[in-house]
């Protein structure tokens, strides 16, 4: 019973953000940007921190342990155990970039940008919020555009957020 009321409310949001493809070019363009191409400015954005200072290795070494372990290691775990199929497999819908024949859940995109973004706000607080404010229009985005069903990003962000803290804490982050 639960799980069925949360399935179909997965659908229905995923039915909300996603009708609204092909309706405004423009914001085709900007979601198609923000589900393909962003993840690169908040790389390069986090080699900004080098600008300040050049013992800031350690946080973009972090940074980037965390992202790569949430996507490559735990997401690829999940997948084995829990495979999903993409929307555009099983439902009619908008569709504004390629097919990728990759199990969803959970987001890789989500995962990689909040372990991103949380490793930055244990560094600076208030880069740390911009930071989530990307990974949350990457994320977002991704359903936009046709290919992530909510839960797969939900549970990106919970993997994402959590490598990064235990990313950290191992590595004994300090700021």
């Known amino acids: 019973m639960i799980l069925d009321i949360i399935k179909n409310l997965d659908y229905q949001l995923f039915q ?26 908040m790389i390069a954005a986090l080699f ?3 600008l300040k200072s050049r013992k ?6 972090i940074a980037l342990s965390s992202a ?10 999940i997948r084995l155990f829990k495979p999903r199929l993409r929307p555009f497999i099983d439902s ?16 890789g995109h989500a995962s990689f940008t909040f372990g991103l973004a949380m490793v930055v706000y244990l560094y ?12 949350f229009l990457v994320s977002t985005s991704r359903i936009f555009v046709g ?6 990003i939900l549970a ?14 191992l590595l004994k982050f300090k700021k």
Do not use: C, M
């Open 16 to 41: 909300l953000i996603n009708q609204l493809a092909f309706k405004w070019e423009w914001l085709d363009i900007l979601g198609v940007f923000f589900a393909k191409y962003f993840v690169y400015l």
């Open 48 to 50: 900004l921190f080098l």
């Open 56 to 61: 800031n290795w350690k946080i973009i070494f």
């Open 68 to 77: 790569l372990t949430a996507r490559f290691v735990i997401t690829g775990l």
């Open 92 to 107: 009619n819908i908008n569709l504004l970039i390629d097919k990728v024949n990759q199990q969803s859940f959970p987001s």
């Open 124 to 135: 600076n607080k208030k880069v740390g919020v911009l930071f989530f404010a990307g990974a």
């Open 147 to 152: 290919v992530h069903w909510p839960l797969d």
């Open 156 to 169: 990106g962000a919970v993997v994402g957020i959590f490598s990064g803290w235990l990313i950290s804490k």
